[in-house]
């Protein structure tokens, strides 16, 4: 299988980072795919980057550690606007 990505491939900006797609994410952080998208719409989190033939988003190991951090934030009850600007700030 062929990934043609918008972006870089990860190799080519010094990650050896795994990619996955929006459903392996959910499998792995145990989030709905709703709220996924939902977080890619606010931009609480980003796409690593998008094939060009199908259109599918692909994420990485990164991805998967700031949403287990977004995870425990909310678990602590504290607002999504809130993580956001403390995201968009580097706090977190």
Known sequence: ????????????RGGN????LIGDIANK?????????????????KEVGRSERSGYRYFNDQT???LK???KL???HIPI???KQR???GIF
Do not use: A, F, W
């Open 74 to 76: 909310r678990l602590k």
């Open 64 to 66: 998967v550690s700031e």
């Open 29 to 45: 952080t145990g989030l709905p795919i709703d709220t996924l998208n939902y977080y890619l719409r606010i931009g609480l989190i």
């Open 1 to 12: 299988m062929v990934m043609h990505l918008t972006q870089q491939p990860l190799s080519k």
């Open 81 to 83: 606007k809130v993580i």
């Open 17 to 20: 980072l795994n990619t996955y």
């Open 69 to 71: 951090v977004i995870i």
């Open 87 to 89: 995201i968009s700030n």
